[in-house]
Each structure stands twice: as structure tokens, then as C-alpha cells.
């Protein structure tokens, strides 16, 4: 693995840096094509709403899109980009002076679950609290590797709900599901990660004939949907299911049908962006 | 500053180390006393509790003490201990074989407000949300970070409120009410960090002829409360209030009076166990 520490090669980092003392940063997940991030815009767009609420100065954008080419493989691949507070005394006062820290860790081949396959989505105990930075990706990332840690065997991803018991998003992707015709994603004004993927569909869906919006989503709701699609850098658009459904009846419905060869082909098209 | 990292002189950790990528860990601020920690039973077994729920292998409890007699001051001195669930691959998912990441950075003498001043208390914007490992001390501090940035320039500590408007700490440090001779203090079995001094007093104020229980308090009981305590490892059992509030009327009370006294002398008999 690459790894470049505000643009030097490198693996370590000062153990006062706030990003350890208390997650005092933001990060993105990126898809690297040919050493170029996949939806840069997005993903630097959100970097930064993440570090102006933090009040972290930006890093250059220019740097970032260097090294994450010099840390990038030859091989559709994913790297990761971290921006801390960086270096500071004792208590959670930030210090005077900020000296941002930033991580480009390259160098991970794509590696998916077979792309003809239906994920296996469980349900996690872990909830999902309101976000201190709300659509933001920051650093305190427990509840994420507390859900991490109840997948069963048999899961791809797990949901997580929030307090109320409504769905709010799975361990590591964003979720949809097809309700007559329409796609639906749970609300993100309080609680989760507003995914790139997740933003292009509320964008774009619409020009390829798919109705979406926010709304709120029960357990129960998303389990009698016609079906349930999963986003995130790493997966793209992905149909899942939950492992308690054994059968997709709604699948004979030729209605159905087209309509999830429409989402298909609008995920392909999300996929192939640069 | 004084750091041992797995009990070898250092200041860097890996970047891929669990703690900085995830804030996957846990941590104890200590006060040291001739190289030992105060109430160190109560920290341990905090730092135990947080290290079993997440499923990080507990360090060795005189490897701990060791470490921290050998970073400490001659001098009263505040002390951090970090144990984190050390490097890991990409991604939320642990490794197979764990190798926990122990941090103790020692040194810092104690510096806190004159013991005699009240101190001032601001209500901060930032929420507390729930917590996904209540009562525990994890590196998940972006709350706090939040929080601690919108101290104004006469505050001392900051008041901070779950998303229904509850009470439920400060920045820094646990809250306390006194209310018709009774200590009171907000709940935390969702929320929060349940500091040492807090427990030790919900478990000795008794002994002391003082009621003490947990309840729920809105800002505005704590506005009419007889008079306001934060405690914590650095500040002790202290008395505060509210900016707003500049006069304390009840002072005057003979029966306040002669309770206050009886606080003061059990934060006293708190401050200096070993």
C-alpha cells in the first residue's frame, strides 16, 4: 500500500495528532480509474462542507488529485484521502495554529462481490445516532464497526436503523428501494453519510425515467418493496436483498422488470463516470 | 511531554492504525499523584468495560500503572492512556489477530481555575447524541471538539444538551444539581461519558448526609437549581453557574449554606484519595 503523508511518503503519524485524540477529521472513500478519483466533484465537494463546518483549513485540491495519481495502481483500484486537525496540546481546545494533517493511502485492487450477484443484507443491532456533522464523513466512525462486527457469514452488508427503528443506511453503502415505480432513500438531515452515489441518483435519476426522493423508511417497508439497492464508491449501484427473503416474487411482474433493467443500466452509467 | 507507545519512548503511530482511521478505542484522562493515578480502580474498570464491548484485547493492568509512573511529573500532573484496536487493512471489518495500539502520554502539570472561583457555565448548540457505547470514554470526540470551540471568552465550561433539550453534561466534565438538599444529575445510560468522580460520588455522597440520585434536568430546573457542580479528573467536584446567572441568591439561605459546606468538604475528601 501507498501511503503519502501531506504529499511525503510515509506511514506514521504524530500520536497527538487529533485525528487520533478524537476523530478530529474528515475522509473520503474514493474509486480510482487510471489513477483519476471516479465522482471527484462530489467527493470534494463533501470533503470540504465536512472541514468548513469543522473549521479545518482546506487542503489544496490540486494536491490531493497528485497524490492520489501517485498513490494510485495501474488497476481500477480504492484509496482513501483523511484530513485531521492535526498536531495538538493536551484537551479538546483546538490549538491556535492549526497545521491540518493529510493521508492519501492508495493502492487497494477493486475487489466486489461477483456484479451478477444479489447482496445478502442482514440487520444490525447497532443504531445509528444523530451526526454531529450530519451527511458528513468523519472520523468517529464506531457505530460503523460495531455493525461491522455483527455480520453474519452469509450478509454483504448490513442496515442500520436509528433510534425511532427507521432505516437509515447500511454499514458502508447507502440504501434505496423500488416502491411502485418510484426510488426511495431514507432522509440524511440528522443521522448518516451522504454518499457521492447516493447524491448522483437524487440528481440524475430522473433523466432516466425513475422517479426518487427522500423519504422515511421502516424495516417493514423496505422488506415488501419490489426491491432494494445499495450505493457506495466501492460497490457503485447494487441490487441486495435481505437475507431473510429467499424468493423475489415481484420479479415475474413485467413491470417490475423493466423498471430494474432501467435502474441496471442507469448504474452502469453512474459506474463509467470519471 | 512524556509518551510511551506499547511502552516504548515514541511520539508516532502508524496511520493505518485503528484509532486515527475509525477513533476505534478508548481512552482515561488521569490524575497523577506521586506517579499514580487517583482513583484508578474506577478508570480501570472504565477503560475494561469500553476495551470488552468493543472486543479489544485488555492490556496488562501494572503494565499500565508502570507506564504511567514512568511518564509522570513530580508534580500533581494530568496523564492520557489510549488503548485502540492498533493497525488494520482497509475497511471497518477488524483483523483476524488483533495487536491493540497502548498510548500513555504523561506530563502535563495540573492547571485548573482557582479552587475558590465558581465557575462559569455557557449552553452550548452542539448535541449530544447517543452513544454507541454509553457511559464509556471513546475516541469518538467530534461532539466534544464541537462543543469546545463555541466557548465564549467568560466561560469555563460549557453545558451540553441531548436532541430533546435534556441536561446531560458538560464539555469536559459531569453535572451535578443541588435541589432542596438533594444532589441530582442526568442519566447517561444512553448518552455520554460516566466520569470516575461522578460514580464515586453517586456511590459515597450518602456517607456524607447527602441524598444523591440520577433524574432528568432540563436547562431550566438547572437555572432554578440551588447551585451547580461539575466534576472530572482534572477539576475535582467544583462549583459553577450559569454565565446568565450573575447573583446566588440562596447563599443566603442558612440550610444552602450548611449543605454547600458539606459538598465542599466531600469534593475535599475526593480530591485527595490515592
Avoid at 199 to 223: C, M, Q
Wanted: hydrophobic letters at 40%; charged letters at 25%; glycine letters at 12%.
Amino acid at each position: 500500500m501507498i501511503t503519502l503523508i501531506n504529499g511525503e511518503p510515509g506511514s506514521r503519524i504524530e500520536a497527538i495528532d487529533r485525528g487520533l485524540q478524537f476523530g478530529d477529521g474528515v475522509f473520503e472513500t474514493l474509486r480510482l480509474e487510471a489513477g483519476r478519483p471516479a465522482l471527484w466533484a462530489r467527493h470534494w465537494m463533501r470533503l470540504c462542507r465536512g472541514l468548513d463546518r469543522l473549521g479545518i483549513p482546506r487542503p489544496g485540491e490540486q494536491d490531493c488529485l497528485d497524490e492520489l495519481a501517485r498513490a494510485s495502481l495501474q488497476v481500477p483500484s480504492m484509496a482513501k484521502l483523511i484530513v485531521t486537525r492535526g498536531p495538538g496540546p493536551r484537551g479538546y481546545a483546538p490549538p491556535p495554529r492549526v497545521r491540518p494533517t493529510r493521508i492519501v493511502m492508495g493502492g487497494a485492487p477493486l475487489d466486489i462481490p461477483g456484479t451478477s450477484d444479489i447482496l445478502r443484507l442482514g440487520v444490525c443491532r447497532t443504531r445509528v445516532a444523530r451526526s454531529p456533522l450530519p451527511g458528513c464523513k468523519h472520523l468517529n466512525r464506531l457505530e460503523n464497526v460495531l455493525a461491522r462486527r455483527e455480520w453474519a457469514e452469509d450478509w454483504d452488508e448490513g442496515l442500520m436503523l436509528d433510534a425511532a427503528g427507521r432505516v437509515r443506511c447500511a454499514t458502508q453503502s447507502n440504501v434505496f428501494v423500488l416502491e411502485a415505480g418510484v426510488l426511495l432513500t431514507p432522509g440524511l438531515s440528522a443521522h448518516g453519510v451522504a454518499g457521492t452515489r447516493r447524491g448522483w441518483l437524487l440528481d440524475h435519476a430522473g433523466a432516466f425515467g425513475l422517479p426518487v426522493r427522500e423519504t422515511s423508511l421502516t424495516l417493514e417497508r423496505v422488506r415488501r418493496s419490489d426491491a432494494v439497492f445499495l450505493t457506495s464508491a466501492r460497490l457503485g449501484l447494487r441490487r441486495a436483498a435481505l437475507v431473510t427473503q429467499r424468493g423475489r416474487p415481484t420479479d415475474g411482474n413485467l413491470g417490475v422488470a423493466s423498471v430494474l433493467e432501467r435502474i441496471r443500466e442507469m448504474g452502469e452509467h453512474m459506474n463509467a463516470l470519471g
